[in-house]
């Protein structure tokens, strides 16, 4: 079956320094792999999403993420921090092509200081 | 800019009350997704409907929830009766399904945050 892993509950960087946020799925390769942020008080809102097209996916707000079959993982990054990037991300796979059903992680709450 | 609306955003109900929350998908979408999120077991998937039929219920109590879709604008879900531990972040998703243009891809409303006295 399909599962998503987060590695860290909580991480912290400075304002300006690089956001690294991990995400492995099993060993089987989704057929599509999503991260999603969620600001206080507010659903979440789709950041990027890898469907095959490229390794290397490019979302809103400066992130990217690259899909690493080897690693099974599909890390979230952006080079500099913002105060406003303070969020929780969820990173979440699609069980399968014939259904909508996704799996989401249990997400990574980010915080920034100044 | 097309979103998925939530009605109520907020609902304080006494223990044993029936709760009805709202939801309208994003036009032209024919999946929608009932999610429940609180702090100890994060996001829940409860349903979700496709072209307004349930294909998946399993992670709903059955004894005290319900959910349906009357038309293709409108999903409800409901709670009868409610408990205090059905106090969480309700969110409804909305998405064009499998292949579509944007496949397996979901979008949500910003939540219904249900407290139970």
């Known amino acids: 079956a399909q599962s998503v892993t987060q590695l860290g509950s909580h991480v912290s960087v400075s304002e300006g320094a690089l956001v690294l946020l991990r995400c492995n799925y099993s060993?089987?390769?989704?057929?599509?792999l999503f991260w999603y942020v969620q600001y206080p008080n507010q659903g979440l809102q789709l950041l990027l999403k890898?469907?095959?097209?490229?390794?290397l996916v490019k979302g809103i707000n400066g992130f990217e993420a690259e899909f690493k079959k080897s690693e099974t993982s599909f890390h979230l990054t952006k080079p500099s921090a913002h105060m406003s990037d303070a969020a929780e991300y969820f990173c979440?796979?699609?069980?399968?092509?014939?259904?909508?059903?996704?799996?989401f992680g249990t997400g990574t709450r980010l915080q920034v200081f100044p | 800019d097309a979103r998925v609306t939530q009605t109520p955003r907020h609902k304080v109900t006494e223990m044993g009350q029936e709760v009805t929350m709202r939801c309208q998908p994003i036009?032209?979408?024919?999946?929608v997704f009932w999610y429940r999120q609180t702090m100890m077991q994060g996001l829940e998937l409860l349903a979700y409907f496709r072209n307004r039929a349930p294909l998946d219920d399993s992670g709903m109590p059955k004894d005290r929830f319900s959910a349906e879709m009357p038309d293709a604008t409108l999903a409800t879900l409901k709670i009868q009766p409610s408990e205090p531990r059905d106090s969480a972040v309700y969110f409804c998703a909305s998405g064009l399904g499998p292949g579509t243009k944007s496949p397996n891809t979901q979008y949500f409303g910003p939540g219904t945050r249900l407290t139970v006295l």
């Open positions: 036009l032209g979408h024919n999946t």
């Open positions: 060993s089987s390769v989704p057929p599509y």
């Open positions: 979440a796979v699609s069980v399968s092509y014939n259904t909508d059903k996704l799996i």
């Open positions: 890898y469907t095959s097209a490229a390794t």
